[in-house]
């Protein structure tokens, strides 16, 4: 029984399980993407108009991406105090939503529609920064497997919800809204305590490269499995049972990934508690931890004091020289012969506060090179509907469809590449984000063209691509600003995709679409008489239609342009870190190859 009880606390305690159930928040933190499924019902219930269910949507948007509180009560609170706060706005603001769309409570107005559409989707960066940050604090050194994984889930959470609501069967769509307010809530409530930081650095295994694999593994069969799932249930006229049957394997391929913390646990040799405490030494100088002790001082000295060509000795040699400068400094500095200088700040690698690295052009670079990218990626998701309309496809829905299995795809495969080019190359990671825009531009080149079975190649290029960003940024960042104020740094970040979006699509691409439709309906209006005119000019609420390529062409150029803006400033931030991850991951590979 004491044994029993020993490997229970192990299991409890161990990393893979916090990962695992981070998955399992994250396939709930996709609420956001339900917002086009559950707007029709706001919209009937109380008779919006489209401008006002617009204006819910912006509402939705900016819930979604401001994650200032979320940062700094996660540097307050305990991780599961941040987690309740989540699952109460969710609660909150979409139970709210529900009562008033049912008839149980009053209807009230717009502004006050949007606060609760606000606070409700709110709740998702809750989720997003404990998972994040429990998770890069447990997995220092898989960094890019782990954000993009848990990244790839939360844009899979749509299509899960959504799977889980047809397999629900109810007839009153409303429903949908009640769902989202419980559920959600409900899972995060139940796994809170297991989120948490629990010294992963320790728990360091040669079984961990297999595990991550088999993570991959259950993802890439995930993907498949709802996009062959959304297919047919599209196609066909399928039976309840069937789809039953669809949602319990759903959960089947969800529930899979718990067998690896249950195996380390349960059923392999703990590690001797010696082996971890000789473990934990080297270990926990993890890049992006700084130790403010005279030593790391001396340390900076090191690298201010040391000859250039040193970089250049072979791994050992330069070990030793700088170790012998080292000491001979360490000495001076006893004696009182050398001053050690004060650094007036942190520098690249090691633990910013978000006001420190505001002042770094290495964070603007990130920032603008995300707002490039990732923005322009959104505003193809956002008038994803218009663009296959305009290309002739009435069934538009299946591209929303693939494009999120594609963003999924992207998140996870950014996150496994960018990390062997840090681990195999000690290469800076900011160059995978260089590569993803390059292939959104060609995406977005594609959609502008307007070729025949265009769509299907535009949606695949543009999804991987702005998936692979949200993989990449959040690991790269907490690379070049350290772990200890991330979640701050990270939700700042992420001001980007609504910043780019307001920009990109309700300025550029709106403003286009409508002056090209406008072009459309012109000559009809040369070519009748009056009274046909106004009998066959469109009402005032129903807004006017463009057809063909030339709908978002321009736009789609213009759009492929800012990403290969965004590829310089991304390979500008790789020329200006590569002595940093040189320094980072460059011993690790050397000794990899020893």
């Given at each position: 029984?004491?044994?029993?009880?020993?490997?229970?606390?192990?299991?409890?305690?161990?990393?893979?399980?916090?990962?695992?159930?981070?998955?399992?928040?994250?396939?709930?933190?996709?609420?956001?993407?339900?917002?086009?499924?559950?707007?029709?019902?706001?919209?009937?219930?109380?008779?919006?108009?489209?401008?006002?269910?617009?204006?819910?949507?912006?509402?939705?948007?900016?819930?979604?991406?401001?994650?200032?509180?979320?940062?700094?009560?996660?540097?307050?609170?305990?991780?599961?105090?941040?987690?309740?706060?989540?699952?109460?706005?969710?609660?909150?603001?979409?139970?709210?939503?529900?009562?008033?769309?049912?008839?149980?409570?009053?209807?009230?107005?717009?502004?006050?529609?949007?606060?609760?559409?606000?606070?409700?989707?709110?709740?998702?960066?809750?989720?997003?920064?404990?998972?994040?940050?429990?998770?890069?604090?447990?997995?220092?050194?898989?960094?890019?497997?782990?954000?993009?994984?848990?990244?790839?889930?939360?844009?899979?959470?749509?299509?899960?919800?959504?799977?889980?609501?047809?397999?629900?069967?109810?007839?009153?769509?409303?429903?949908?809204?009640?769902?989202?307010?419980?559920?959600?809530?409900?899972?995060?409530?139940?796994?809170?305590?297991?989120?948490?930081?629990?010294?992963?650095?320790?728990?360091?295994?040669?079984?961990?490269?297999?595990?991550?694999?088999?993570?991959?593994?259950?993802?890439?069969?995930?993907?498949?499995?709802?996009?062959?799932?959304?297919?047919?249930?599209?196609?066909?006229?399928?039976?309840?049972?069937?789809?039953?049957?669809?949602?319990?394997?759903?959960?089947?391929?969800?529930?899979?990934?718990?067998?690896?913390?249950?195996?380390?646990?349960?059923?392999?040799?703990?590690?001797?508690?010696?082996?971890?405490?000789?473990?934990?030494?080297?270990?926990?100088?993890?890049?992006?931890?700084?130790?403010?002790?005279?030593?790391?001082?001396?340390?900076?000295?090191?690298?201010?004091?040391?000859?250039?060509?040193?970089?250049?000795?072979?791994?050992?040699?330069?070990?030793?020289?700088?170790?012998?400068?080292?000491?001979?400094?360490?000495?001076?500095?006893?004696?009182?012969?050398?001053?050690?200088?004060?650094?007036?700040?942190?520098?690249?690698?090691?633990?910013?506060?978000?006001?420190?690295?505001?002042?770094?052009?290495?964070?603007?670079?990130?920032?603008?090179?995300?707002?490039?990218?990732?923005?322009?990626?959104?505003?193809?998701?956002?008038?994803?509907?218009?663009?296959?309309?305009?290309?002739?496809?009435?069934?538009?829905?299946?591209?929303?469809?693939?494009?999120?299995?594609?963003?999924?795809?992207?998140?996870?495969?950014?996150?496994?590449?960018?990390?062997?080019?840090?681990?195999?190359?000690?290469?800076?990671?900011?160059?995978?984000?260089?590569?993803?825009?390059?292939v959104m531009a060609i995406g977005h080149i594609f959609l502008g063209m307007g070729w025949?079975?265009?769509?299907?190649?535009?949606?695949?290029?543009?999804?991987?691509?702005?998936?692979?960003?949200?993989?990449?940024?959040?690991?790269?960042?907490?690379?070049?600003?350290?772990?200890?104020?991330?979640?701050?740094?990270?939700?700042?970040?992420?001001?980007a995709n609504p910043a780019g979006s307001l920009v990109f699509s309700g300025l550029i691409?709106?403003?286009?679409?409508?002056?090209?439709?406008?072009?459309?309906?012109?000559?009809?209006?040369?070519?009748?008489?009056?009274?046909?005119?106004?009998?066959?000019?469109?009402?005032?609420?129903?807004?006017?239609?463009?057809?063909?390529?030339?709908?978002?062409?321009?736009?789609?150029?213009?759009?492929?342009?800012?990403?290969?803006?965004?590829?310089?400033?991304?390979?500008?931030?790789?020329?200006?870190?590569?002595?940093?991850?040189?320094?980072?991951?460059?011993?690790?590979?050397?000794?990899?190859?020893?």
């Open positions: 029984m004491g044994k029993f009880q020993e490997r229970f606390v192990s299991f409890f305690n161990n990393r893979w399980l916090v990962f695992v159930a981070a998955m399992w928040i994250q396939s709930c933190a996709g609420i956001g993407y339900l917002f086009g499924s559950i707007s029709p019902v706001i919209k009937s219930s109380l008779n919006y108009n489209q401008k006002q269910i617009a204006r819910l949507g912006v509402a939705k948007d900016l819930g979604d991406s401001v994650g200032f509180l979320a940062g700094s009560l996660c540097e307050v609170l305990p991780i599961w105090g941040a987690l309740l706060v989540g699952a109460l706005q969710n609660f909150i603001g979409y139970g709210w939503v529900w009562l008033i769309v049912t008839g149980r409570a009053p209807v009230l107005p717009l502004w006050a529609m949007c606060i609760l559409i606000f606070v409700g989707n709110n709740g998702e960066t809750y989720f997003n920064t404990a998972a994040l940050v429990s998770c890069v604090q447990n997995f220092p050194k898989s960094r890019g497997p782990v954000v993009g994984i848990l990244k790839g889930f939360a844009g899979l959470g749509g299509a899960i919800l959504t799977q889980v609501y047809t397999m629900i069967h109810a007839p009153d769509h409303a429903n949908l809204i009640f769902m989202v307010a419980v559920g959600p809530a409900m899972v995060v409530i139940a796994l809170m305590f297991i989120i948490r930081p629990v010294g992963g650095h320790r728990q360091v295994r040669p079984s961990d490269s297999s595990s991550f694999t088999f993570i991959y593994s259950v993802c890439l069969l995930l993907a498949a499995y709802l996009m062959g799932v959304m297919l047919v249930e599209d196609l066909v006229d399928l039976n309840h049972t069937v789809i039953i049957i669809f949602t319990v394997i759903l959960f089947i391929l969800l529930f899979i990934p718990i067998v690896i913390p249950i195996i380390l646990s349960f059923f392999l040799e703990r590690t001797d508690p010696a082996e971890e405490a000789l473990l934990s030494k080297p270990e926990n100088m993890e890049p992006g931890k700084s130790n403010q002790e005279t030593h790391e001082v001396i340390l900076s000295e090191v690298e201010d004091e040391k000859p250039k060509d040193v970089d250049l000795l072979p791994a050992s040699e330069r070990r030793k020289r700088i170790a012998q400068l080292q000491a001979r400094l360490f000495h001076a500095a006893a004696e009182g012969a050398v001053r050690v200088k004060r650094r007036r700040g942190p520098h690249r690698g090691e633990d910013f506060t978000l006001t420190q690295a505001l002042i770094k052009a290495d964070f603007w670079l990130i920032f603008f090179s995300l707002l490039l990218g990732s923005g322009s990626g959104l505003t193809v998701i956002d008038n994803l509907g218009q663009m296959s309309q305009s290309l002739g496809y009435d069934n538009t829905h299946i591209f929303v469809s693939m494009i999120s299995i594609w963003n999924f795809l992207g998140r996870v495969g950014g996150g496994y590449f960018s990390e062997i080019i840090v681990r195999d190359y000690a290469y800076p990671r900011p160059v995978a984000m260089a590569v993803a825009q390059f025949p079975g265009v769509m299907y190649v535009g949606t695949l290029l543009i999804g991987l691509g702005y998936g692979a960003h949200w993989a990449i940024v959040p690991a790269a960042a907490s690379e070049l600003f350290g772990l200890k104020k991330f979640g701050a740094l990270y939700n700042f970040l992420t001001l691409a709106s403003y286009i679409y409508d002056h090209e439709a406008e072009k459309q309906h012109q000559p009809h209006h040369h070519l009748l008489n009056a009274g046909s005119m106004f009998a066959s000019m469109p009402r005032v609420d129903e807004p006017l239609k463009c057809e063909g390529s030339i709908c978002y062409f321009l736009t789609s150029m213009i759009m492929s342009g800012l990403c290969i803006v965004a590829v310089i400033l991304s390979m500008i931030l790789v020329h200006r870190t590569t002595n940093v991850y040189s320094h980072l991951y460059g011993k690790s590979r050397s000794s990899n190859l020893v």
